[in-house]
C-alpha cells in the first residue's frame, strides 16, 4: 500500500491528504497515558489532538503539559472528525466501550490490555474493527520487556519444560483506595493484570485446564485492601504452571519472581536477576530494562500503520489469553477444575 492511499484510508477525506500525520486522541491521564503521550509528541508522524479524562483539573493540567486540547469526556473525544486513532489508558472497566465508540465512528484504536472485561465483547470488537477495515491493537509491553526477551533466548537450553511458577506480590502499607482495588473498575485480579498470563500462553501455547483459589479482604462494598490469587494452569504440553498475583496490606514480602524448570536445567528470574542452572553450574544471564516500552509499542503500531510492518502481537492473540483468564474466574468461584476446549471453556 502506498502512502498515499494509507492517508487516505486514515483519514477518510481528502481534508488532510497534504499531510501524513496521524492525529490522536488520548483516553486517560495517569502513568500509562503520559509514557503515551511523551511518545506521540516526540514522533513527527504524530498530532496530539486532545485529551479525555475523569477529573477536569487534573486533564486540564496534563492537556497543558502536552499542548493539548483538554475534553470533558471520552464520548466527546471519539466523535471528533480531527482525531483518526484513539489510544485507550484509562480504566479497565471502560476499555470495551470507548474501543466500540470509536472504531464505530471510523477510528483507529489502541487500547492497553485489557481489550474489554467480557470476552464476548472482546470477540465482538475484533470483528467490527475487521469490518470497519480499522487497527485494532492490544498493548502487551510484557512482551517487549528485558525478562521476556531473555526467556525467549535461553528457555531452549533447559530442555523439555514440566514446571513453571510467575508470582508478583505488590504489599501496599495502607492500600491506596485507587481503581486498581475496585472489583468493577479493575476487574478479576488475573483479567486486570492479563499480563501475568499473557506471558505463558505466549511462551508455552494452550491451555487444557485451570484451577484457581482467590480472596479478598474488604475495605467496603466496591474496594478491597488485598487480593490474593494463586492459580494452575495445565497446558497441552502436559506443562504445569503456577501463577500467583497479590497486592495489598496483608502481604508483607514483595516478590517478582519468574521460575522454569525443564529436564536439562532451570532458569530463575529474580526482580532484574536471572540465572541458568545447569548440573550444578549456574550462569548469570543479563536482564534488559522494561523501561521505554510504552515508546517501543507506539513506534511499532506508527510504522504498522505507515510501513505496513507487522506488530509484535494480535488482538486474537490477547483475546485467547482473556477467555483463559475468564476460565480462571470461574474456577476461582466455584471451585471447579475448568477445561478449555475449542477456545471455550467447560467445567467438571
Known amino acids: 500500500m502506498s502512502k498515499t492511499e494509507l492517508v487516505r484510508i486514515m483519514y477518510n477525506s481528502g481534508a488532510a491528504l497534504e499531510t501524513a500525520k496521524v492525529r490522536v486522541g488520548l483516553v486517560g491521564t495517569g502513568y500509562a497515558a503520559k509514557l503515551r503521550a511523551e511518545a506521540f509528541v516526540g514522533d513527527e508522524r504524530t498530532n496530539l489532538v486532545a485529551i479525555a ?90 512482551l517487549l520487556g528485558g525478562l521476556h526477551q531473555a526467556l525467549k533466548e535461553n528457555i531452549e537450553k533447559v530442555g523439555d519444560i514440566f514446571y513453571v511458577r510467575y508470582s508478583t506480590i505488590n504489599p501496599q502499607h495502607p492500600a491506596p483506595r485507587r481503581w486498581t482495588y475496585n472489583h468493577e473498575l479493575f476487574g478479576f485480579p488475573l483479567m486486570g493484570a492479563l499480563s501475568r498470563l499473557h506471558r505463558l500462553t505466549d511462551l508455552f501455547g494452550k491451555v487444557f485446564t485451570v484451577n484457581c483459589h482467590q480472596r479478598y479482604w474488604e475495605i467496603e462494598e466496591d474496594y478491597y485492601q488485598t487480593c490474593f490469587c494463586n492459580s494452575q494452569l495445565c497446558f497441552e504440553s502436559g506443562l504445569l504452571a503456577q ?10 514480602q514483595a516478590e517478582r519472581k519468574f521460575e522454569v524448570h525443564g529436564e536439562n536445567g532451570g532458569l530463575i528470574f529474580d526482580s532484574n536477576a536471572g540465572i541458568l542452572i545447569q548440573s550444578g553450574e549456574t550462569t548469570p544471564i543479563e536482564v534488559g530494562t522494561r523501561r521505554g516500552s510504552f515508546a517501543k509499542d507506539t513506534t511499532m503500531v506508527l510504522d504498522h500503520l505507515f510501513d505496513g510492518t507487522p506488530l509484535y502481537v494480535t488482538p486474537e492473540a490477547s483475546l485467547y489469553t482473556l477467555k483463559v483468564a475468564d476460565a480462571v474466574q470461574r474456577a476461582a468461584q466455584t471451585g471447579l477444575t475448568i477445561f478449555m476446549r475449542d477456545s471455550a471453556a467447560e467445567s467438571l
Open 243 to 252: 501463577v500467583v498475583y497479590g497486592k495489598g496490606e496483608t502481604l508483607w
Open 53 to 142: 479524562g475523569h477529573q477536569p483539573e487534573k486533564t486540564a493540567t496534563f492537556a497543558k503539559e502536552y499542548q493539548t486540547e483538554a475534553l470533558t469526556s471520552w464520548e466527546k473525544l471519539v466523535e471528533r472528525e480531527d482525531i483518526d486513532l484513539v489510544v485507550i489508558s484509562t480504566i479497565n472497566r471502560d476499555h470495551g466501550a470507548i474501543a466500540r465508540a470509536a472504531l464505530s465512528q471510523g477510528k483507529h484504536v489502541i487500547v492497553e490490555y485489557p481489550l474489554s472485561l467480557d470476552v464476548t465483547e472482546a470477540e465482538e470488537l475484533i470483528a467490527l474493527a475487521k469490518a470497519q477495515n480499522k487497527l485494532l491493537h492490544v498493548e502487551h509491553i510484557e
